[in-house]
């Protein structure tokens, strides 16, 4: 069935992969920051209203993890109060809401992946800004909120895995967390995942959609070294607190995607994501 969707946050990194890749088989409508203020809540609802969309997919979000500590309104406004009034509009039109959030809503104490029935325990106001977000999203009757981490893919967005992929390239030294564990996303099969709940409609709830497996970032760092054909590639492994960040991460942030994978929608292990995309960056690179 073809669906009206309009995604916000369509100039990002999630959104813009998003539109293209709900494109093929839904009617799309993309709204970006300039085309609409998630902070302006009469906005949000006058615009929702006007378009009556099937679903409304919000990949807008205030990242900045140690900026938030200075400006907590903006956190605040764009992680929590925007997915209310969508949660609302949503309601209003009888439309289905995706919203993401993230692994900082965990303070990273466990030995094991996080499961969705796992208590948050957020630290520092990023990840609470975010976790009120989940909290928010959920008063949509029809909702997924979908728990992601480490993104990386997208066609302009330079994540943490392009930045040790051009290390290595560069022949630089790249330092990687030895002791932070994460399960790193792909936004296309984040994409994809998403696409299949919007025609699936398993349960409306709470999902961990990241892809399979985990490691930490000397692992990852590892990895793209092997892809790149340079094991020798110079990899000094460090530990979050030598960085000292100004907002701790969690150290286990590996999450568990057992219950999107009940539903019927599997997510490939991370080795074989970061595969496919280390071969398309390398491709577009080439051309």
């Known amino acids: 069935m073809r669906l009206l969707v309009l995604v ?19 009617e799309i409508i993309s709204r970006t920051r300039a085309d609409l203020d998630v902070t302006d809540a009469a906005a949000v609802r006058r615009q929702i209203a006007a378009m009556c969309p099937d679903a409304i997919v919000n990949c807008s979000a205030y990242n900045n993890v140690d900026g938030a500590e200075d400006d907590p309104r903006v956190a605040l406004a764009v992680n929590a109060w925007a997915p209310r009034a969508m949660a609302r509009a949503a309601a209003e039109v009888d ?14 104490e466990t030995s094991r992946p996080y499961t ?33 981490e ?20 560069a022949g630089r030294p790249v330092r990687a967390f030895i002791d ?7 936004v296309d099969d984040v994409v994809a995942a998403t696409r299949a709940l919007l ?14 497996g985990y490691a ?13 054909d340079r094991p020798d590639a110079p990899i000094d492994a460090v530990r979050q607190a030598d960085a000292k960040l100004r907002v701790p991460r969690p150290l286990f942030a590996a999450l568990a995607n ?21 071969r398309m960056r390398s491709g577009a690179a080439a051309s």
């Not at 948050?120 to 959920?138: C, D, H, I, Q, T």
């Not at 398993?202 to 961990?208: F, R």
């Not at 057992?258 to 280390?278: H, Q, V």
């Open 8 to 26: 916000v946050g369509a100039g990002g990194q999630l959104g813009e992969a998003m539109v293209n890749g709900l494109g093929a088989g839904h």
């Open 95 to 108: 439309a289905t809401l995706v919203h993401f959030s993230t692994d900082f809503v965990f303070d990273g």
């Open 116 to 148: 969705e029935d796992d208590t948050p325990n957020p630290r520092g106001v990023y990840a609470m800004s975010k976790l009120l977000g989940e909290w928010f999203a959920a008063g949509s009757e029809r909702h997924y909120v979908l728990r992601v």
């Open 150 to 169: 480490s993104l990386f893919g997208g066609r302009r967005a330079k994540s943490s895995i392009d930045g040790i992929a051009d290390a290595i390239h």
């Open 180 to 186: 932070r564990i994460v399960s790193p996303s792909y």
């Open 199 to 212: 025609d699936q409609r398993p349960a409306a709830g709470l999902y961990h959609c990241v892809n399979s």
């Open 216 to 228: 930490t970032w000397v692992d990852v760092a590892r990895e793209i070294a092997r892809l790149a």
């Open 258 to 278: 057992d219950k999107l994978r009940a539903a019927g929608i599997t997510l490939p292990p991370w080795p074989e994501a970061l595969s496919r995309y280390y």
